[in-house]
């Protein structure tokens, strides 16, 4: 058995669990969201609980086990909770701005950055630091990593657009240069 798929889903309060015809819809709080039950994975509802099984032993139906659990926990906790990440903007002259739906980024380069956000994506600007929220935490992490990809940090200076606790490795400049 999987050890991430043998493991039972607890529903919270305020959180509402269909199965009907292959997928999984989970309402709660903050939103709604669905998915497609993949081939060969059971799924059985008792309560508040949920768990995962599988048809066989085949290799690509274990494989997806642990997925399916996975997919539909991250639902469960991201219509309760929710989910967020930080992006830290550090370098001299580059600023954030979050105007209606699009984040306007100074980074450096000779033109400002417009970064539209999708559906479903919250963003709060404090200062230099972009907090992305949202319920989907497939489409927040990919937020997130988009934004960051603007500008990466660099190894010398350590400017650029990173992650709250990311530690970037810091590289010594020239060591061998003459004054």
Same mark, same amino acid.
């Given at each position: 058995m999987s050890r991430v798929g043998k493991q039972i889903i607890i529903i919270p309060s305020g959180v509402d669990v269909n199965i009907d015809k292959g997928i999984v819809s989970v309402a709660g709080s903050k939103g709604n969201l669905n998915v497609k039950v993949l081939e060969g994975i059971v799924i059985n509802q008792e309560g508040n609980t949920l768990s995962v099984g599988r048809i066989s032993d085949d290799k690509k139906i274990r494989a997806n086990h642990g997925l399916m659990r996975s997919l539909i926990n991250n639902m469960v906790i991201g219509v309760s909770q929710g989910y967020s990440k930080k992006l830290e903007v550090i370098g001299v002259g580059y600023r954030v701005n979050l105007q209606g739906n699009v984040l @306007?980024?100074? =980074?450096?380069?000779?033109?400002?950055?417009?970064?539209? =956000?999708?559906?479903? *994506?919250?963003?709060?600007?404090?200062?230099? *630091? %972009?907090? %992305?929220? #949202?319920?989907?935490?497939? =489409?927040? #992490?990919?937020?997130?990593?988009? *934004?960051?990809? =603007?500008? +990466?940090? &660099?190894?010398?200076?350590?400017?650029?657009?990173?992650? &709250?606790? $990311?530690?970037? %490795?810091? +590289?010594? #400049? +020239?060591? #061998?240069? $003459? @004054?």
């Amino acid at each position: 058995m999987s050890r991430v798929g043998k493991q039972i889903i607890i529903i919270p309060s305020g959180v509402d669990v269909n199965i009907d015809k292959g997928i999984v819809s989970v309402a709660g709080s903050k939103g709604n969201l669905n998915v497609k039950v993949l081939e060969g994975i059971v799924i059985n509802q008792e309560g508040n609980t949920l768990s995962v099984g599988r048809i066989s032993d085949d290799k690509k139906i274990r494989a997806n086990h642990g997925l399916m659990r996975s997919l539909i926990n991250n639902m469960v906790i991201g219509v309760s909770q929710g989910y967020s990440k930080k992006l830290e903007v550090i370098g001299v002259g580059y600023r954030v701005n979050l105007q209606g739906n699009v984040l @306007k980024l100074s =980074l450096g380069y000779s033109h400002e950055v417009n970064f539209p =956000l999708p559906e479903g *994506i919250n963003a709060n600007v404090e200062q230099n *630091i %972009i907090i %992305i929220s #949202g319920i989907n935490k497939q =489409l927040v #992490g990919q937020v997130a990593n988009d *934004i960051r990809s =603007l500008r +990466k940090p &660099e190894p010398y200076k350590g400017k650029g657009i990173r992650y &709250e606790n $990311e530690v970037i %490795i810091r +590289k010594s #400049g +020239k060591s #061998g240069k $003459e @004054k």
